[in-house]
């Protein structure tokens, strides 16, 4: 007992929440194992893979020795400085495959997107934290207004997923502040009003073509529809329990694609079946629970509304990922947290569980 109470001190003194990192471990480790399938055995991919964790896991420990106090002051500026950046994308930035979304600095390319996953809400918690709770209607439109100048910068890029996961973190500040149900109705109706004169002015013809291919596949199957079918092929076939690791077809025989990014999920449905997918959602749930509950903890008005959104968003996350592989939503090119292959939306979801895992210890050292 005192030896275990000892490790739990050391983590504190860590500003780690040691049940929050074990479940992030297991997610990940699970994460690694359809990885090394769903890549085709690459052990080079998978080294990739481990250093970007690596950073990641810096970047959490980082963050978490920073005070809600400290991120609070500094809302300002990382905002600012994200938005700076991503007007700078727009002017001087890279282009690939069609899109302008990274700043070439030479050694490497860097993503401004990303960071304002977490500069949003930031920001926007920073904002209504500074006054009474529940906001005014007209703190509510000012923050609104904070939010859609990102959001409008990043959709010109084009990207529409991170667009979505950015609006979605700023907008779940803005709920959680405690805005009337009347109001939430009129976002709403508001949203849907907006839906015809964006899908004629702003959409793409290939986001066009994503929301009629995801309303009815079949319709194309040998060409737009033919990776979401393909998809829920793979989901289907695996069955209760699944082919068996590494015996997935719909991936190793190239018929699904990037099933080492985007549709990793279907991967995994195939060779884990619904039990597999059972455990997988269920360590997803057990992360969320545990975001909930340190949200519930924080001390002060700016630590929760931004530990609600970090969790919040990680559920969209999870619920866009599954949806669009499954067919239900439009493929926007959302990764499956923390178990896609990738870096910038990794270290992103970990900075993200660092801050959480700063609003909960440092709650405990004022008890103190």
């Given amino acids: 007992m005192a030896s275990r109470s000892s490790q739990q001190g050391l983590f504190f003194r860590m500003?780690?929440?040691?049940?929050?990192?074990?479940?992030?471990l297991a997610l990940i480790a699970a994460g690694q194992v359809i990885l090394y399938s769903?890549?085709?055995?690459?052990?080079?991919?998978?080294?990739?893979?481990?250093?970007?964790?690596?950073?990641?896991?810096?970047?959490?420990?980082?963050?978490?020795?920073?005070?809600?106090?400290?991120?609070?002051?500094?809302?300002?500026?990382?905002?600012?400085?994200?938005?700076?950046?991503?007007?700078?994308?727009?002017?001087?930035?890279?282009?690939?495959?069609?899109?302008?979304?990274w700043l070439d600095l030479g050694l490497f390319r860097f993503q401004p997107s990303e960071m304002m996953k977490l500069a949003v809400p930031m920001m926007i918690a920073w904002f209504l934290s500074a006054g009474n709770i529940p906001p005014s209607n007209r703190r509510i439109?000012?923050?609104?207004?904070i939010l859609i100048v990102p959001v409008l910068l990043i959709a010109k890029q084009p990207d529409l997923g991170t667009s979505l996961l950015v609006s979605s973190a700023g907008l779940f500040v803005i709920f959680m502040?405690?805005?009337?149900?009347?109001?939430?109705?009129?976002?709403?109706?508001?949203?849907?009003?907006?839906?015809?004169?964006?899908?004629?002015f702003l959409m793409r013809d290939y986001q066009r073509q994503r929301v009629l291919t995801m309303l009815n596949p079949e319709s194309d199957p040998l060409d737009s529809g033919y990776h979401i079918i393909q998809s829920k092929i793979a989901i289907g076939s695996g069955g209760s329990f699944g082919k068996g690791w590494l015996n997935g077809t719909q991936?190793?025989?190239?018929?699904?694609?990037?099933?080492h990014t985007d549709f990793i999920f279907s991967v995994f449905a195939e060779e884990f079946g619904f039990s597999g997918v059972l455990i997988l959602l269920a360590l997803y749930m057990f992360i969320i629970f545990r975001g909930i509950y340190i949200t519930t903890q924080a001390h002060g008005t700016?630590?929760?509304?931004?530990?609600?959104?970090?969790?919040?968003?990680?559920l969209i996350y999870i619920f866009v990922n599954?949806?669009?592989?499954?067919g239900i939503?439009?493929?926007?090119?959302?990764?499956?947290?923390?178990?896609?292959?990738?870096?910038?939306?990794?270290?992103?979801?970990m900075a993200g569980f660092g801050i959480l895992m700063a609003i909960h210890t440092h709650r405990k050292l004022l008890a103190h």
């Fill in 141 to 145: 439109f000012a923050a609104l207004a």
């Fill in 322 to 326: 599954i949806g669009m592989v499954s």
């Fill in 15 to 24: 500003h780690i929440d040691l049940t929050l990192l074990l479940a992030l």
């Fill in 38 to 101: 769903a890549g085709g055995e690459n052990i080079a991919l998978m080294q990739r893979q481990w250093i970007r964790l690596g950073v990641a896991f810096a970047v959490m420990l980082a963050i978490a020795q920073i005070s809600p106090d400290t991120m609070r002051r500094w809302s300002p500026v990382l905002f600012i400085f994200g938005t700076i950046m991503l007007i700078a994308v727009l002017l001087v930035g890279t282009k690939a495959l069609g899109a302008r979304r």
């Fill in 302 to 314: 700016y630590a929760r509304l931004l530990g609600a959104s970090v969790v919040l968003t990680f």
């Fill in 177 to 200: 502040s405690g805005v009337s149900w009347r109001l939430i109705l009129g976002f709403v109706i508001a949203v849907i009003s907006f839906t015809m004169p964006m899908w004629l």
């Fill in 251 to 259: 991936s190793h025989l190239e018929f699904l694609p990037e099933h």
């Fill in 329 to 349: 939503l439009p493929v926007v090119g959302v990764p499956l947290p923390l178990v896609s292959y990738g870096g910038t939306s990794i270290v992103t979801l």
